[in-house]
């Protein structure tokens, strides 16, 4: 079982929708999540960093994060075509620096 | 700056042949990362070097790979001999250090078809 675990999806909404995308962990180490978006045959580009449990929003999307469940979530208001994407979460315990990642979720938005 | 340079961009080879990949990190990036993604196993970290320096390998899934870092700005990941199995991406990533919010950059990625 991988450390961070997230449904592979696919998972298709129309425009304007509100997303919402999640993972679960089991490593009660980890401290700081991440979201990373991954176009087609692209590298992955990270979205959204926090830490801890909490909220962060950056314009249509919001990080969240329930440390007391090991669940990371995130949402993407007003979902347009090229938010489709493959989104992956990632978690980090604070002393690697080095990211456990999901295997990802992919995400369609159709006109 | 043109990104994260990763050649060659696609790969067909036959088992037991040699592969190498390359990698030219961003110009100043002190950090450098090799990672290989699957559908089964996801993205997952192979080693990574600091100042050129091999921090940890234990991503490394055995013997048959080995990757060397000669000069800041240049990288190679090497399977020799490859399998069928060792079919994946990999990605190249740098940061400018190995710490907290040192966002990776990642290269477009190596498609690798070993037959």
């Known amino acids: 079982q991988k450390e961070v675990e997230q449904d592979p999806g696919p998972l298709s909404v129309p425009e304007g929708a509100i997303v919402s995308l999640n993972c679960t962990y089991s490593n009660s180490a980890f401290q700081y999540f991440m979201w990373y978006r991954q176009y087609s045959r692209k590298g992955p580009e990270l979205l959204m960093y926090t830490y801890s449990s909490g909220n962060k929003e950056d314009g249509r999307f919001t990080a969240q994060v329930d440390k007391s469940s090991k669940y990371i979530s995130l949402f993407i208001r007003d979902s347009q075509p090229s938010d489709s994407a493959t989104y992956l979460c990632?978690?980090?315990?604070?002393?690697?620096?080095?990211?456990?990642f999901g295997r990802g979720t992919s995400l369609i938005v159709h006109p | 700056d043109a990104g994260v340079i990763q050649s060659p961009r696609h790969e067909v080879t036959e088992m037991g042949q040699e592969v190498t990949l390359r990698c030219k990190p961003i110009?100043?990036?002190?950090?450098l990362f090799w990672y290989r993604q699957t559908m089964m196993r996801g993205l997952e970290l192979l080693i990574y070097?600091?100042?050129?320096?091999?921090?940890?390998d234990s991503g490394m899934p055995e013997d048959r790979f080995s990757a060397k870092m000669p000069n800041a700005s240049f990288s190679t990941l090497k399977i020799q001999p490859s399998e069928p199995r060792d079919s994946a991406v990999y990605f190249c990533a740098s940061s400018l250090g190995v710490g907290r919010q040192e966002t990776q950059y990642f290269g477009p990625g190596t498609r690798l078809l070993v037959l």
């Open positions: 990632a978690a980090e315990s604070g002393g690697s620096y080095i990211p456990t």
């Open positions: 070097f600091n100042n050129n320096v091999p921090i940890d």
């Open positions: 110009s100043g990036h002190n950090s």
